[in-house]
């Protein structure tokens, strides 16, 4: 088996960095590590790519990233800054055919409603792309080629949300709490990627504080944080802030397994 390289294809929280509008001092730095697009994943080896959300600025990070194929999208959950770029997969449907996406049972349905012209069969738009749907369950890990994903449940405030382990790679994000025993799938992996919106407490994401010790109860070799606002502040000082083998993560930052 391969190992695999993680391309932060975004990692700011669901307005992006700059916000529109804001005079905030974030908003206005010229340092390219605190320009944050919407939050998504790259996972790719030489014979596999998966992505992980795909919200509305999808177009900008395949183009950048060169990405050229595609097998398939993780989907955490159907909150519009993680899906509202799917309907710019169409070049990868015209070259590759559907394009499967895996979510829970709720959000492939908030999906087909919201993008019913991609998952209907009926009176097709010629020019829209079409999906394969495969409804992920908790506790049931599914194989996308030969790698097997594990599912994650975790609670984003009072919703459910998926992560995703990939070998030693686990993916957590809008998470609030995760519940003892999916913490157990969590442990002994070598690198985690963890949402950390800011240093005050929000009701539906990880704080800094809270990041920090479910850090220290997983343990992990690295951890790379993402989903972060502006009003966390400026990548290279909150890095001053962190533990050894805890990193900001910023767009377009790879690493390898």
């Given at each position: 088996?391969?190992?695999?390289?993680?391309?932060?294809?975004?990692?700011?929280?669901?307005?992006g960095?700059?916000?529109?509008?804001?005079?905030?001092?974030?908003?206005?730095?010229?340092?390219?590590k605190?320009?944050?697009?919407?939050?998504?994943?790259?996972?790719?080896?030489?014979?596999?790519?998966l992505?992980?959300?795909?919200?509305?600025?999808f177009r900008q990070?395949?183009?950048?990233?060169?990405?050229?194929?595609?097998d398939?999208?993780l989907?955490?959950?159907?909150?519009?800054?993680?899906?509202?770029?799917l309907?710019d997969?169409?070049?990868?449907?015209?070259?590759?055919?559907?394009?499967?996406?895996?979510?829970?049972?709720?959000?492939?349905?908030?999906?087909?409603?919201?993008?019913?012209?991609?998952?209907?069969n009926?009176n097709?738009?010629?020019?829209?792309?079409?999906v394969?749907?495969?409804?992920?369950?908790?506790?049931?890990?599914?194989?996308?080629?030969?790698?097997?994903i594990?599912?994650?449940n975790?609670?984003?405030?009072?919703l459910q949300?998926?992560?995703?382990?990939?070998?030693?790679?686990v993916?957590l994000t809008?998470v609030k709490?995760i519940?003892?025993?999916?913490?157990?799938k969590?442990?002994?992996?070598?690198?985690?990627?963890?949402?950390?919106l800011?240093?005050?407490?929000h009701?539906?994401?990880?704080?800094?504080?809270?990041?920090?010790?479910?850090?220290?109860?997983?343990?992990?070799?690295?951890?790379?944080l993402?989903?972060?606002?502006?009003i966390?502040?400026?990548?290279?000082?909150i890095?001053?802030?962190?533990?050894?083998?805890?990193f900001?993560?910023?767009?377009?930052?790879?690493?390898?397994?």
């Amino acid at each position: 088996m391969q190992g695999l390289t993680i391309n932060f294809l975004g990692t700011g929280t669901s307005q992006g960095i700059p916000v529109i509008g804001s005079n905030h001092p974030v908003c206005l730095s010229e340092n390219s590590k605190d320009k944050r697009l919407r939050v998504s994943v790259w996972i790719y080896a030489q014979d596999f790519s998966l992505v992980i959300d795909c919200g509305p600025d999808f177009r900008q990070q395949m183009l950048t990233n060169k990405c050229e194929f595609i097998d398939g999208i993780l989907f955490t959950h159907e909150h519009s800054d993680h899906t509202a770029g799917l309907d710019d997969i169409r070049p990868f449907y015209f070259k590759q055919g559907d394009i499967p996406v895996y979510a829970h049972e709720r959000v492939l349905k908030n999906l087909a409603k919201r993008f019913d012209y991609i998952f209907s069969n009926e009176n097709k738009y010629p020019g829209a792309p079409s999906v394969t749907q495969v409804e992920v369950k908790n506790n049931e890990s599914f194989f996308v080629k030969n790698y097997e994903i594990i599912p994650i449940n975790a609670w984003h405030g009072s919703l459910q949300v998926f992560g995703y382990r990939i070998q030693n790679f686990v993916y957590l994000t809008d998470v609030k709490t995760i519940d003892l025993e999916e913490v157990e799938k969590v442990k002994g992996c070598e690198v985690l990627v963890i949402n950390c919106l800011r240093e005050e407490p929000h009701n539906t994401h990880f704080n800094l504080e809270e990041a920090l010790e479910f850090i220290s109860l997983v343990q992990p070799k690295k951890t790379y944080l993402t989903h972060i606002s502006h009003i966390f502040g400026f990548h290279d000082e909150i890095q001053e802030k962190l533990p050894e083998n805890v990193f900001v993560a910023y767009d377009n930052l790879e690493i390898t397994i």
